[in-house]
């Protein structure tokens, strides 16, 4: 098999991948012939070539059990490797959404302790484990913000408001809700500008999101007054808990003033990200909007586990009741934790960021000079004044056998890199990071044209995103090939 | 150092924590503070360190026990014949597809912005949107959604801009858990839902798309070409929510000049888990490829002229574009759509066949043996493919109850849609043996 082969080029007729029973039962007549395909044009290929196939792809991919995979907001920590057992166990993989609900007591029971652990490390009421994936969540908590305030009679309020470093799925997802989304700035230090607030927030306004701490990996001091402003003008804060990673066992949203707070369990809670999902986005509530979460929630009635349905609830957001192989692994997760351990893991990863701002901001610009919490953002901007992008930095980063962190976002910051090491990572691993990313520092301005040419190192070489958009190739077709066999 | 026991369960450290106590004197030492609290003084000091009162943590041996045990304590279709379809499907899952995907280089990478090291992903993607435009007969597909009843509300949401209208007219024929997801998202956009009924009468002169299921929740197939008419003379999109399996033999969507197709990929390799992770199929014409949600992958050379894929039109996305993004979805169900990929390989165009054969015939079968218990009759005449409501002499609550009796999972009660009908579904899982015993059990109610 040939590097650069796809699927219909190690295709053959007659070849196939896997076995099949016989028909045991007599035949029925077919349909009739209008409602029949003339063709089915699909690979046909042998099991162990399918299987040398999607080997060599999976080499060319990098994760985080391939190394150091310091993606800010993502929060690439490792991931048990038992929790995939777990999750395969045939009781929890062979279960059909329908089945009545005695033959799912076991399942049932493990969605109801994760909705109160959940909420418990919140400070929240209530929490829904339906959204399957951050955006989702967030989509979720808007649907109940704009259901709260028509349930008070209060339709004028159609404006989210959010703050300039926020994720780009905060204000897609208030357009999804159709609402408009107004932007707070921030201020000098990276908080949040409480007069820009104080003039924005009127009774039009919804609700204000917060990233806590925010994608610049700060905690906003003011959070109180914050939330006490929201509140006073009759709007809601809700919280994108993407960086919940930072706080866990430290502080609780629900405490912190916050109404709702939407989380990310392939985040915080170490399941994996599967190249872009599955994930597991839910949403927690405090009792002022508990009853317009999305149904099902999973109800303790004496002991026998049932799916019920909010009283208020904003309706269904998925087909069943979320992405439920992904909460098994959370609650394993979840459940080999204490409160010592919980608090371990907020702390550990504040000491590795902080451990790696103190040992880089020498060498690159650091736009905001304060503890960090779970991440810390640089600027390429010292590189840039050297015509060296941060793309190419992040590059040059590939050929080090590292994994970059997140660039140009949040957008506030110019030529940023947001770096988020975790807590699964060693001292000895970010000081690996730290002496490439010193060594990159110091190629900016002695070698640049090495990073404008970079990766060299890795399967493949920077790739023509241009031509990818001009000239859009976004399929195979099986026709006019040699081995289709005609 | 000494090794009392007592100290040893209390410092018993987590194999995810790396960073020994010397590690973290050091690192606070170079950071310049004195304690790791400090790191967290921004937090107002009455909101740091709650009390949470959470239970001791329990180690891997034991975890696997008390989790074994709630496994356990559900019925597993392993053990049990099931009926159960409408929505989730139970179909053969060949073991390869879990190796691949078991291999951590894909599942513990994510989003593949860095496409340097992502060709993994990226090329596996740009297969499976190639080969879910074979089955479907579609001119493009994205990377895969949530699952097939928000793929639905997605199509809609992008008909209405596309159309540039706010009305998504809904067939009364489509899943009503599909028509439910729908309302919320169109109520989110202010999009109102129109309801129409079979004979597609009642469709607004003035809406943006019809959206049918092919075969329908009820396990038929719908005069679809008429729809497609229908929607078409008023100037509106057809949205077709497909069963990926019944593609193996019946026409694709593509072939009636559909404009979106969606549907659920969950039976494409992927276990039912209780609803999830499940993965959203969509596929559309070509020229609407700019107006579609979710990640794209294209094909590209690199410096060096060698072929390559990355994320494509990225400008459609929340992270670029912000509120102006077609979707706000952003983490989907990629490994999920990588079973699809290995699963679709697998069979390859024989495998595929034979699948919807096995379900087609098994289905007929059993539907005929059904027909003949006296008190039961199918409650449609229209053709099917592995899903048919049968009507029964009792309610079909107390007809799954006597089934389940006998280690039989019954089909959906669906009497509120139709008088005492169950609505019954069999693939290529269920064998002879399990058909006769359901037809004995449903003799005997």
Redesign the interface.
Same mark, same amino acid.
């Not at chain 1, 796809?6 to 029973?21: A, E, K, V």
């Given at each position: 098999m040939k590097r650069h082969e796809l699927l219909p080029d190690i295709s053959r007729p007659g070849r196939i991948g896997c076995t099949l029973p016989d028909l045991d039962v007599p035949s029925s007549e077919m349909p009739s012939e209008e409602l029949l395909r003339e063709e089915l044009e699909i690979p046909e290929v042998s099991e162990v070539d399918l299987v040398r196939y999607f080997t060599a792809l999976s080499k060319l991919n990098y994760g985080v059990d391939t190394g150091f995979y310091p993606l800010g907001s993502c929060t690439m920590k490792y991931n048990p490797k038992w929790h995939e057992d777990v999750a395969r166990l045939p009781g929890f993989a062979a279960i059909h959404p329908h089945q009545p609900e005695e033959s799912l007591q076991g399942a049932l029971e493990l969605m109801f302790r994760l909705q109160e652990y959940l909420s418990q490390v919140t400070g929240m009421d209530a929490t829904s484990l339906v959204p399957v994936a951050g955006a989702h969540g967030e989509l979720a908590g808007l649907y109940m913000v704009r259901a709260y305030h028509e349930d008070r009679g209060d339709s004028a309020r159609k404006k989210i408001l959010l703050t300039d470093s926020s994720h780009g799925t905060n204000p897609a997802s208030a357009a999804m809700c159709g609402m408009e989304a107004g932007v707070v700035a921030s201020d000098e230090n990276g908080d949040l500008d409480l007069s820009s607030l104080d003039s924005m927030m009127n009774d039009e306004v919804a609700a204000l999101t917060l990233t806590m701490p925010s994608t610049l990996g700060l905690f906003d001091p003011k959070i109180a007054e914050i939330a006490r402003l929201v509140h006073d003008r009759g709007g809601l804060l809700g919280g994108d808990g993407a960086n919940l990673n930072a706080l866990l066992g430290k502080a609780r949203f629900g405490d912190l003033g916050f109404d709702y707070v939407q989380l990310n369990l392939h985040k915080t809670f170490s399941t994996p990200h599967g190249g872009g999902g599955p994930g597991s986005g839910p949403v927690c509530a405090r009792q002022n909007l508990a009853d317009f979460m999305p149904t099902p929630l999973v109800a303790d009635d004496d002991g026998r586990y049932r799916l019920v349905s909010p009283p208020k609830t904003i309706g269904r957001i998925a087909t069943f009741y979320g992405n439920f192989s992904v909460m098994v692994k959370a609650y394993a997760y979840a459940r080999s934790l204490g409160e010592e351990e919980l608090k371990r893991i907020s702390e550990d990863a504040v000491l590795n960021a902080n451990y790696l701002k103190e040992n880089l901001k020498e060498y690159y610009h650091l736009p905001y000079d304060r503890i960090c919490m779970h991440e810390v953002v640089f600027s390429g901007k010292k590189q840039k004044a050297k015509g060296v992008a941060t793309l190419d930095i992040a590059k040059r980063l590939l050929d080090y056998g590292l994994h970059p962190p997140t660039v140009y976002f949040p957008l506030i910051v110019s030529e940023a890199l947001m770096t988020e090491p975790t807590e699964t990572e060693s001292k000895e691993t970010l000081d690996e990071y730290i002496a490439a990313m010193k060594e990159i520092a110091r190629e900016a301005e002695e070698n640049p044209e090495v990073l404008h040419s970079a990766p060299l190192n890795t399967p493949i070489r920077r790739l023509d995103d241009a031509r990818a958009f001009r000239q859009l190739d976004l399929r195979w077709e099986m026709k006019g090939r040699e081995n289709s066999g005609g | 150092m000494t090794c009392r026991t007592e100290r040893m369960t209390d410092t018993m450290p987590?194999?995810?924590?790396?960073?020994t106590e010397a590690?973290?004197k050091?690192?606070?030492r170079?950071?310049?503070?004195d304690s790791?609290d400090?790191?967290?003084?921004?937090?107002?000091e009455e909101?740091?360190?709650?009390d949470? $009162?959470?239970?001791?943590?329990?180690?891997?041996l034991e975890?696997?026990k008390?989790?074994?045990?709630?496994?356990?304590?559900?019925?597993?279709?392993?053990?049990y014949a099931?009926f159960?379809g409408?929505?989730?499907y139970?179909h053969?899952i060949?073991s390869?597809v879990?190796?691949?995907i078991?291999? $951590?280089?894909?599942?513990?990478?994510?989003?593949?912005?860095?496409?340097?090291?992502?060709?993994?992903?990226l090329? $596996?993607v740009?297969?499976f949107?190639?080969?879910i435009?074979?089955?479907t007969g579609m001119e493009?597909?994205n990377?895969g959604m949530?699952?097939?009843?928000?793929s639905a509300a997605e199509a809609a949401?992008m008909a209405c801009a596309i159309k540039n209208r706010s009305k998504v007219a809904v067939l009364a024929s489509v899943?009503p858990?599909?028509r439910?997801?729908l309302?919320?998202?169109s109520?989110?956009?202010?999009l109102p839902l129109v309801t129409v009924e079979s004979d597609g009468d009642g469709l607004p002169a003035d809406c943006a798309c019809l959206i049918i299921q092919q075969p329908n929740f009820f396990g038929h197939?719908e005069p679809i070409e008429s729809y497609v008419r229908k929607a078409h003379e008023v100037g509106a999109l057809i949205i077709d929510i497909v069963d990926p399996i019944s593609?193996?033999?019946?026409?694709?969507p593509g072939?009636y000049d559909v404009d979106i197709v969606v549907g659920?990929g969950q039976s494409l390799g992927i276990?039912?888990?209780?609803?999830?992770?499940?993965l959203g199929l969509f596929a559309c014409r070509?020229d609407y490829?700019r107006r579609m949600p979710g990640?794209?992958?294209?094909?590209?050379?690199?410096?060096?002229g060698?072929?390559?894929?990355?994320m494509?039109?990225v400008t459609r996305?929340?992270?670029?574009?912000?509120?102006?993004?077609t979707?706000?979805?952003?983490?989907?169900?990629?490994?999920?759509a990588?079973a699809a990929t290995?699963y679709?390989?697998?069979?390859?165009?024989?495998?595929?066949?034979?699948?919807a054969?096995?379900c087609?015939?098994?289905a007929?079968?059993a539907a005929?043996e059904i027909e003949k218990i006296k008190g039961y009759s199918l409650a449609f005449s229209q053709?099917f493919f592995k899903e048919f409501v049968v009507r029964c002499p009792v309610p079909p609550s107390r007809i799954?109850k006597a089934l389940?009796k006998e280690k039989i999972?019954g089909g959906?009660d669906v009497s509120h849609l139709v008088d005492d009908g169950l609505l019954l579904c069999v693939t290529?899982v269920n064998?002879?043996q399990e058909?006769d015993r359901l037809v004995k059990t449903l003799g005997a109610v």
């Amino acid at each position: 098999m040939k590097r650069h082969e796809l699927l219909p080029d190690i295709s053959r007729p007659g070849r196939i991948g896997c076995t099949l029973p016989d028909l045991d039962v007599p035949s029925s007549e077919m349909p009739s012939e209008e409602l029949l395909r003339e063709e089915l044009e699909i690979p046909e290929v042998s099991e162990v070539d399918l299987v040398r196939y999607f080997t060599a792809l999976s080499k060319l991919n990098y994760g985080v059990d391939t190394g150091f995979y310091p993606l800010g907001s993502c929060t690439m920590k490792y991931n048990p490797k038992w929790h995939e057992d777990v999750a395969r166990l045939p009781g929890f993989a062979a279960i059909h959404p329908h089945q009545p609900e005695e033959s799912l007591q076991g399942a049932l029971e493990l969605m109801f302790r994760l909705q109160e652990y959940l909420s418990q490390v919140t400070g929240m009421d209530a929490t829904s484990l339906v959204p399957v994936a951050g955006a989702h969540g967030e989509l979720a908590g808007l649907y109940m913000v704009r259901a709260y305030h028509e349930d008070r009679g209060d339709s004028a309020r159609k404006k989210i408001l959010l703050t300039d470093s926020s994720h780009g799925t905060n204000p897609a997802s208030a357009a999804m809700c159709g609402m408009e989304a107004g932007v707070v700035a921030s201020d000098e230090n990276g908080d949040l500008d409480l007069s820009s607030l104080d003039s924005m927030m009127n009774d039009e306004v919804a609700a204000l999101t917060l990233t806590m701490p925010s994608t610049l990996g700060l905690f906003d001091p003011k959070i109180a007054e914050i939330a006490r402003l929201v509140h006073d003008r009759g709007g809601l804060l809700g919280g994108d808990g993407a960086n919940l990673n930072a706080l866990l066992g430290k502080a609780r949203f629900g405490d912190l003033g916050f109404d709702y707070v939407q989380l990310n369990l392939h985040k915080t809670f170490s399941t994996p990200h599967g190249g872009g999902g599955p994930g597991s986005g839910p949403v927690c509530a405090r009792q002022n909007l508990a009853d317009f979460m999305p149904t099902p929630l999973v109800a303790d009635d004496d002991g026998r586990y049932r799916l019920v349905s909010p009283p208020k609830t904003i309706g269904r957001i998925a087909t069943f009741y979320g992405n439920f192989s992904v909460m098994v692994k959370a609650y394993a997760y979840a459940r080999s934790l204490g409160e010592e351990e919980l608090k371990r893991i907020s702390e550990d990863a504040v000491l590795n960021a902080n451990y790696l701002k103190e040992n880089l901001k020498e060498y690159y610009h650091l736009p905001y000079d304060r503890i960090c919490m779970h991440e810390v953002v640089f600027s390429g901007k010292k590189q840039k004044a050297k015509g060296v992008a941060t793309l190419d930095i992040a590059k040059r980063l590939l050929d080090y056998g590292l994994h970059p962190p997140t660039v140009y976002f949040p957008l506030i910051v110019s030529e940023a890199l947001m770096t988020e090491p975790t807590e699964t990572e060693s001292k000895e691993t970010l000081d690996e990071y730290i002496a490439a990313m010193k060594e990159i520092a110091r190629e900016a301005e002695e070698n640049p044209e090495v990073l404008h040419s970079a990766p060299l190192n890795t399967p493949i070489r920077r790739l023509d995103d241009a031509r990818a958009f001009r000239q859009l190739d976004l399929r195979w077709e099986m026709k006019g090939r040699e081995n289709s066999g005609g | 150092m000494t090794c009392r026991t007592e100290r040893m369960t209390d410092t018993m450290p987590l194999p995810y924590l790396p960073n020994t106590e010397a590690d973290r004197k050091a690192m606070l030492r170079d950071i310049g503070v004195d304690s790791v609290d400090e790191l967290f003084r921004d937090i107002p000091e009455e909101f740091r360190n709650p009390d949470l $009162s959470l239970p001791p943590p329990l180690s891997e041996l034991e975890l696997k026990k008390e989790l074994g045990r709630l496994a356990g304590s559900n019925v597993s279709l392993d053990d049990y014949a099931c009926f159960l379809g409408a929505g989730s499907y139970r179909h053969f899952i060949p073991s390869v597809v879990d190796h691949m995907i078991s291999r $951590s280089e894909f599942y513990t990478a994510y989003t593949p912005y860095q496409a340097e090291v992502s060709q993994g992903t990226l090329q $596996s993607v740009y297969e499976f949107q190639s080969l879910i435009c074979q089955i479907t007969g579609m001119e493009v597909s994205n990377a895969g959604m949530y699952d097939g009843s928000t793929s639905a509300a997605e199509a809609a949401m992008m008909a209405c801009a596309i159309k540039n209208r706010s009305k998504v007219a809904v067939l009364a024929s489509v899943n009503p858990t599909y028509r439910e997801v729908l309302d919320t998202y169109s109520r989110g956009k202010d999009l109102p839902l129109v309801t129409v009924e079979s004979d597609g009468d009642g469709l607004p002169a003035d809406c943006a798309c019809l959206i049918i299921q092919q075969p329908n929740f009820f396990g038929h197939f719908e005069p679809i070409e008429s729809y497609v008419r229908k929607a078409h003379e008023v100037g509106a999109l057809i949205i077709d929510i497909v069963d990926p399996i019944s593609l193996g033999i019946y026409r694709p969507p593509g072939d009636y000049d559909v404009d979106i197709v969606v549907g659920e990929g969950q039976s494409l390799g992927i276990p039912m888990s209780l609803g999830g992770p499940y993965l959203g199929l969509f596929a559309c014409r070509k020229d609407y490829v700019r107006r579609m949600p979710g990640r794209i992958i294209g094909k590209t050379v690199d410096v060096d002229g060698n072929p390559g894929y990355v994320m494509t039109l990225v400008t459609r996305e929340q992270y670029i574009r912000r509120d102006r993004a077609t979707s706000n979805i952003c983490t989907s169900e990629s490994l999920m759509a990588l079973a699809a990929t290995v699963y679709l390989s697998a069979l390859g165009k024989t495998g595929l066949r034979r699948v919807a054969e096995l379900c087609y015939h098994k289905a007929h079968y059993a539907a005929r043996e059904i027909e003949k218990i006296k008190g039961y009759s199918l409650a449609f005449s229209q053709p099917f493919f592995k899903e048919f409501v049968v009507r029964c002499p009792v309610p079909p609550s107390r007809i799954n109850k006597a089934l389940l009796k006998e280690k039989i999972i019954g089909g959906l009660d669906v009497s509120h849609l139709v008088d005492d009908g169950l609505l019954l579904c069999v693939t290529e899982v269920n064998t002879k043996q399990e058909i006769d015993r359901l037809v004995k059990t449903l003799g005997a109610v």
